[in-house]
């Protein structure tokens, strides 16, 4: 287990490398004056460009100064933004409201979305069933940017349930309850769907109808035997959704006015500020590796017929 | 109407079941899958269960059972008597209660049966701690004692494995230690040794028995191949179409069978290369049951059937001491 954990973080390394490497060739590569926008609207004085160039060592080939760039991550140091903020500092402001946002919407979509599918999976046809089968297929079809406008419209504006905005670098967290609905929808919706057709599949498995033989409770052939079975997949869903929530949301965050990670990205990449873009993408790609080895944990933690050696 | 041969004295028998229906709703319409089927079991004896597959025999086990699914099954006439009281009466909270210390059973396929994510001591365990609120240590003692009992080596290192990282024999094991945990008066055994080796299948019948006489169980051993049960059963019971179509003591049906379906399935080609499995001498294939042929529900493949046979249903009516055929030329049968 030790070894297969060092193993997978010591394969990760070259993933990171040659992934931050493109990103940064993507972004210093681009035509264009790398200092431009940096100093308001007129162009930059000579002597700044060349401070600027000799800082990322734009004058050497792209490799090296991938190098040299790679140094200060390892180091910690993800260089300065436009305005001349450590991108560390932001990014982790901004980390801090995006994994708040992300958790919440897990446990919003794990919790609501698990039990509608198990009351449905269990009376297939049934009016839950139905139900849940048409909501959820309402959720999936609806564009998400109206699922929030509509949500902040009727939920925070109109019977003022919920606040309408998240802004600020520390959003409370009763502000950051309907935004995180609105980003959990779409995947509460798949978690539904997913468990329903698992608990209906292993409701008449083998293993169910031995429970039953044993005569152990309704409850407890469902609630252990069937359902330990049925949250395998949908635990894995929801590790891998979880790496895509960390990712920030540029759609709800607009909506909400929420300072995560997506808008900082977005900006970044609008404003053609690559310290930025690289320094967020860099430590992105690494959270979505990390959750993905969590993901394969957890995976052969649930089900003992996976083993990871 | 039922030939059950019940005791001159009047005495109860341990299980009796009478006139059992089980239906399926199914779109493609009603199946009739068991059509009054009645039984006896006393304690101690093995009866065996012999019939092609989808004779209703595992259905009959699990209306027993009560862990058919209903819907789509329904129980539209019967009487399930374990030590007098009717079990499809019960109200089902009472009837649980009865599943485990009272009437057990174990599945052809243990590797399906057994649950894949929890360790093997764990689910035998599971037995103690739900029904008699065992704390988790003393159940995972019991349970070493159980597998040990069943002949599992190794146990206390084994006890936390897990399903698939046993063989198909050491998992049947594991199912009847499941079985027997809070000693049963009934067991039933469906298929137990179906999907095992030959050698592995004489063990695991050698343990049923060994288990049965230990305990005093009543033991009904569901088949489909009358070779595997010849030693162990004492009586037979053999169905066809949801009904017992011969019934009587093992050497009687060996030595001359009363029924042409029990003379066609003794018949059958033994195919020793074949797991054991039996190529059926009876052509043709068992009915529909939405469609049921009228009469003998055997006449479309029996060589001997007669006008009779497709317009009367023969009755299970008695052709000698302890046995009973369904059939209207029984005595040439016999005979023959
Ligand atoms: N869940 C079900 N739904 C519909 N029909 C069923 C179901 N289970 C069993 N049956 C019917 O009952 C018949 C008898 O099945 P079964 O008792 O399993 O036969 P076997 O003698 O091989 O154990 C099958 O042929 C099938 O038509
Ligand atoms: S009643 Fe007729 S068809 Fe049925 S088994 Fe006897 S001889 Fe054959
Ligand atoms: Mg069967």
């Given at each position: 287990?030790?070894?297969?954990i ?5 394969q990760m390394?070259?993933v ?9 060739a ?5 035509p264009?004056?790398?200092?431009a ?7 930059c ?5 060349e401070k ?12 090296v100064?991938?190098g040299y760039y ?11 933004n436009?305005y001349g ?8 402001e901004?980390?801090t ?11 919003f979509?794990?919790?609501i ?9 269990l009376?297939?046809?049934g ?8 909501s959820?297929?309402?959720v ?12 902040q ?8 349930i919920?606040?309408?905005l998240a ?17 959990g ?5 798949y978690i ?10 292993n409701i008449?498995?083998?293993y169910v109808r031995t429970a039953?033989?044993?005569g152990?409770?309704p409850?407890r052939?469902v609630?252990?035997h ?6 395998i ?6 590790g891998?959704?979880f790496?895509?929530l960390?990712?920030?949301a540029?759609?709800?965050e ?6 995560g990670?997506?808008?900082?990205i ?7 500020d ?8 860099t ?6 590796l990390?959750m993905?080895?969590?993901?394969d944990?957890?995976?052969?933690a649930l089900?003992?017929?996976i083993?990871?050696? | ?8 004295t ?7 079941v ?5 239906e399926?709703?199914?779109s493609?319409?009603?199946?009739k ?15 065996a269960?012999l ?6 025999k595992?259905?009959?086990?699990q209306?027993?059972m009560g862990?058919?699914d ?5 129980i ?13 009466t ?17 599945f052809?396929?243990a ?8 360790p093997v ?9 739900v029904?008699?609120g065992?704390?988790k240590?003393?159940?995972y003692?019991q349970?070493?004692?159980?597998m040990?009992?069943v002949n599992?080596?190794a ?15 050491m998992?049947?094991r594991?199912?009847?230690?499941m079985?027997i945990?809070?000693d049963p008066?009934?067991l039933?055994?469906?298929e137990?040794?179906?999907a095992?080796?030959v050698?592995v ?6 343990l049923?028995?060994e288990?049965q006489?230990e305990f005093?169980?009543g ?7 009358l ?14 179409a949801?009904?017992?179509?011969e019934r009587?003591?093992v050497?009687?049906i ?6 042409p379906?029990?003379?066609g399935?003794l ?9 054991g ?8 294939l ?17 060589v001997m059937a007669?006008?009779i046979?497709?317009?009367e ?5 008695d052709?000698g ?5 369904a059939c209207?030329?029984?005595q040439?049968?016999?005979?023959a």
């Amino acid at each position: 287990m030790g070894k297969y954990i060092v193993r997978r973080l010591l394969q990760m390394i070259p993933v990171v490398i040659l992934s931050t490497f493109l990103i940064y060739a993507m972004v210093f590569a681009m035509p264009g004056d790398p200092t431009a926008g940096k100093c308001g609207e007129r162009p930059c004085p000579a002597a700044y460009i060349e401070k600027f160039n000799a800082k990322y060592h734009l004058d050497e080939p792209l490799p090296v100064q991938y190098g040299y760039y790679a140094k200060n991550v390892v180091q910690g140091d993800l260089g300065e933004n436009q305005y001349g903020r450590p991108v560390a500092e932001e990014l982790s402001e901004r980390f801090t409201v995006t994994a708040k946002l992300a958790v919440m919407a897990l446990i919003f979509e794990g919790v609501i979305g698990i039990l509608a599918g198990v009351l449905a999976g269990l009376r297939k046809g049934g009016f839950i069933d139905n139900l849940v089968l048409i909501s959820t297929l309402f959720v999936i079809s609806v564009p998400i940017f109206v699922t929030g406008f509509a949500a902040q419209y009727f939920l925070g504006l109109k019977w003022e349930i919920f606040p309408a905005l998240a802004t600020g670098k520390d959003p409370s967290l009763f502000s950051l309850v309907l935004p995180a609905m609105v980003l959990g929808s779409t995947s509460l919706a798949y978690i539904a769907r997913l468990m329903r057709s698992n608990i209906a599949e292993n409701i008449k498995s083998d293993y169910v109808r031995t429970a039953k033989a044993k005569g152990l409770t309704p409850r407890r052939v469902v609630g252990v035997h069937t359902l330990r079975n049925s949250l395998i997949p949908v635990v894995t869903f929801m590790g891998y959704d979880f790496g895509a929530l960390l990712g920030g949301a540029i759609v709800t965050e607009g909506i909400f006015g929420i300072n995560g990670v997506g808008g900082y990205i977005f900006k970044g990449i609008q404003n053609r500020d690559g310290i930025a873009v690289v320094g967020a993408v860099t430590a992105l790609v690494i959270v979505y590796l990390l959750m993905n080895l969590l993901v394969d944990l957890l995976y052969g933690a649930l089900d003992p017929r996976i083993s990871n050696d | 109407m039922s030939t059950q041969t019940t005791p001159a004295t009047g005495e109860q028998h341990l299980l009796e079941v009478e006139d059992l229906h089980v239906e399926f709703h199914t779109s493609e319409g009603v199946a009739k899958a068991i059509n009054g089927v009645d039984f006896s079991l006393d304690e101690g004896e093995t009866l065996a269960i012999l019939g092609e597959s989808g004779s209703g025999k595992s259905v009959t086990a699990q209306a027993i059972m009560g862990i058919l699914d209903m819907p789509p099954a329904t129980i539209p006439a019967g009487r399930v008597l374990y030590k007098g009281q009717d079990l499809l009466t019960m109200p089902e909270e009472e009837r649980r209660l009865t599943r485990g210390p009272e009437i057990s059973m174990i599945f052809q396929d243990a590797l399906s049966s057994l649950n894949p994510v929890f360790p093997v001591g764990w689910q035998i365990a599971e037995m103690f701690r739900v029904h008699r609120g065992v704390n988790k240590a003393d159940a995972y003692a019991q349970a070493i004692k159980l597998m040990e009992r069943v002949n599992i080596p190794a146990a206390k290192d084994r006890v936390k494995a897990y399903p698939h990282q046993f063989s198909g024999g050491m998992r049947q094991r594991i199912m009847i230690a499941m079985a027997i945990a809070l000693d049963p008066k009934v067991l039933i055994a469906d298929e137990p040794t179906t999907a095992l080796d030959v050698t592995v299948q004489a063990q695991i019948m050698a343990l049923l028995q060994e288990l049965q006489e230990e305990f005093r169980m009543g033991l009904i051993l569901i088949t489909h191949d009358l070779g595997v049960v010849a030693d162990v059963a004492d009586r037979i019971a053999v169905m066809y179409a949801g009904r017992i179509v011969e019934r009587a003591e093992v050497g009687d049906i060996y030595a001359r069978p009363g029924h042409p379906y029990t003379k066609g399935l003794l018949e059958s080609i033994p195919r020793l290369d074949q797991k054991g499995q039996k190529l059926s001498a009876i052509g043709g294939l068992p009915p529909n049951l939405t469609r049921i042929p009228p009469g003998c529900a055997f006449h479309p493949r029996c060589v001997m059937a007669q006008d009779i046979c497709r317009t009367e249903r023969p009755e299970l009516l008695d052709v000698g001491p302890q046995r009973q055929s369904a059939c209207h030329f029984s005595q040439e049968v016999l005979d023959a």
